[in-house]
């Protein structure tokens, strides 16, 4: 065998160290199925897809049916069960042009349970009602004469909302008594609170955080208390809503 020059077995070596760092960083690489880092863009119109076994489609994003009232392509968003049956949509649900996109969702049965107002915002689905109709000259039945804080009216009260929006009727009994009235959560916390002039007649409301765990059960509580004067001051509860910050 010839001689060769020692550089050479020095670059050979060399070489073959390399050879084997990349074949050992290609067996580190992540698996084809996963992605680690980076975006994943499908552009160009094109469409994604996750199907069952079967092929139906159970989530899509893509050119999606009906198009738009002037022509153009619309692109949306579906997910449905595996059933075939429509669970969560992002489509457009009027015909007018300027309105936005919608997200409806359905129950197993085809049934709405939530959808979006596009034209004046809020919800379209469900609906909301209000209680708490009062005469226009009630007085509180609900009264108290005490300088010290007393409950009036008790409200079981469901929490899903970080507030609560209490409305009322509150009054003074004549023009010397003055008084004070608040909202308490079940904790004993005051949520807020509100003071009322001599021979004040207010339909009003109050705000504030109430405090429990979300979905926890409690009694809310309004309660009324005399600043001055010899009458009483009464209260009662309108309807009451949980509200966001």
Known sequence: MPD???????????????????????????????ILA?????????TLRVDDTTGASLIYVGKITPTQPNGAEQRGVKISRQDGSKAIYLTRTTTT????QAIVMSDARGGTLFAEDVVSGGLAVPYIGASGWYGATEVPQWTTTSSSWTTCMTLPWHKQHPQVQAHYIAR??????????????????????????????????????????????????LQARVTA????????????????N
């Open 4 to 34: 060769l020059p020692a550089d050479f077995l020095e670059e050979f070596r060399a070489l073959k160290d390399e050879v084997r760092q990349l074949a050992g960083r290609a067996q580190m690489r992540p698996a084809m199925t996963q």
């Open 38 to 46: 980076g975006d994943v863009v499908v552009g160009q119109g094109g």
């Open 97 to 100: 042009q300027s309105d936005p």
């Open 172 to 221: 003074c009994s004549d023009g010397t008594t003055t008084g004070e009235i608040r909202i308490i959560d079940g904790a004993g916390q005051e949520i807020a609170k509100s003071s009322l002039g001599a021979g004040a007649y207010v339909v009003s409301y109050m705000m504030g955080p109430v405090s429990g765990t979300y979905l926890g059960i409690q009694y809310l509580e």
């Open 229 to 244: 004067g010899s009458g009483n001051v009464g209260v009662k509860g309108l309807s009451t809503f949980g509200v966001g």
